[in-house]
């Protein structure tokens, strides 16, 4: 009886957390679309690459800003109903995108999307915690984080393709019926869960307020900052650097994607034993795989398989950051997933600009060199800060 009940138990937390995962995928997709759609849009609304890539930057800063006190505002909500009406407001968004004249209304009709997202992000990720026993945290997270993956296998290209063959108005048609689809599922797929019991804002302040923690959200801007100065701007080095014709570039973003579920993989599997490790390790291999997608844009098998190191390692960092930072608090896990979600769209608001200033300076080469030799960087500093771990 009691074995059956843990499978019963296992299976139901399974279905949650791939209903999750769904949902991650239609606001990971949401917030990065514009990656995919950005020569089209940037045709369409008559602006430059790098100002288009502020579509970018600014749905990251204000994600920087409002997810610590939108968590806190949401901090007693049941989730299952909070899951539910963050799609409904992303899909609301979206139909509004879709129907926008110019470039500062989109920009304007995205703020309230983004800021619900690291809400979504920082309590999905306790929930999913929550879950599982405590030794699986960082696999159920892992498993959340499929949703981005997936965002990268199929929402950023087949949206990049849906724009090529009916405009990128009607990418974020298809997005906002996805969104509504998804909220459907989580209304009446999820069980209830009620909210954790919640101690004052104030006192997960402090409990967060110490130096291993804060080293962790500053090495998660720097990794951001690094993989979002290269991502950022990939259509454009494909279009560009590799002679890729604009109609194909979807589907190379789908490789990048596809291998990227790899990546997703390999970090479940290490992020809760061999997390430091697995971080240097995935560091250096966006290190490698950027820089090698630049000097090797010429020669088509090494291009390849550059891209396919870079596609697996920045998949890789996503949950390995997630997880590395709400192990690094002892309380409030939300409130330290949403901060970490704060510190990687700051990372990728820097990423996206400085990408964007690189360009203007010396080209699309400068900005992927650059963000090579950050990550790198990365990988150093990661051994470093562990050592401030506190003892016992």
Same mark, same amino acid.
């Given at each position: 009886m009691n074995t059956i009940s843990v499978k019963d138990r296992a299976k139901s937390a399974n279905l949650s957390i791939f209903i999750l995962s769904l949902a991650a995928f239609v !606001? %990971?997709?949401?917030?990065f679309i514009v990656i995919g759609l950005m020569p089209n849009m940037a045709r369409d609304l008559n602006i430059s690459i790098p100002v288009a890539g502020q579509l970018v930057t600014s749905f990251a800063l204000i994600i920087i800003f409002a997810g610590p006190i939108m968590t806190a505002l949401f901090a007693r909500v049941e989730r299952r109903a909070l899951f539910a009406w963050i799609l409904v407001v992303f899909a609301i968004s979206n139909v509004a995108v879709a129907l926008a004249p110019g470039f500062w209304t989109i920009m304007i009709v995205r703020i309230i999307p983004a800021t619900l997202l690291p809400v979504f992000w920082g309590v999905g990720s306790e929930a999913a915690a929550m879950l599982v026993p405590k030794k699986d945290a960082g696999k +159920? !997270? #892992?498993k959340l984080y499929l949703g981005l993956t997936g965002g990268l296998l199929f929402g950023i290209p087949l949206g990049t393709v849906l724009g090529d063959a009916v405009g990128w108005r009607g990418a974020f048609w298809f997005l906002a019926v996805i969104s509504i689809v998804v909220a459907v599922l989580l209304a009446k797929g999820m069980p209830k869960l009620p909210a954790v019991e919640q101690t004052s804002l104030k006192s997960q302040i402090k409990s967060l307020s110490n130096r291993y923690f804060i080293a962790n959200l500053v090495l998660t801007v720097a990794i951001l900052t690094a993989m979002y100065g290269a991502y950022t701007y990939l259509a454009d080095m494909l279009e560009g650097s590799a002679g890729i014709a604009p109609a194909h570039v979807g589907w190379w973003l789908m490789g990048f994607g596809t291998v990227g579920l790899y990546g997703n993989y390999l970090a479940g599997r290490l992020v809760d034993r061999y997390a430091v490790m697995a971080n240097v390790l995935f560091c250096l291999l966006m290190a490698v795989g950027a820089a090698g997608a630049i000097l090797f844009v010429g020669q088509p098998a090494m291009f390849i398989a550059a891209l396919a190191v870079w596609g697996i390692a920045h998949t890789a &960092? %996503?949950? &390995? #950051?997630? +997880?590395?930072?709400?192990? +690094?608090a002892n309380e409030g896990k939300a409130l330290a997933g949403t901060l970490n979600v704060s510190a990687c769209n700051c990372g990728i608001a820097a990423g996206a600009s400085l990408g964007g200033w690189a360009i203007n300076v010396s080209g699309i080469s400068a900005a992927i060199f650059g963000a090579s030799i950050l990550i790198a960087l990365c990988a150093v500093a990661s051994p470093a800060i562990e050592r401030l771990r506190p003892k016992g």
């Open positions: !606001i %990971f997709t949401t917030e +159920a !997270i #892992s &960092l %996503f949950p &390995l #950051s997630q +997880a590395r930072v709400m192990k +690094a």
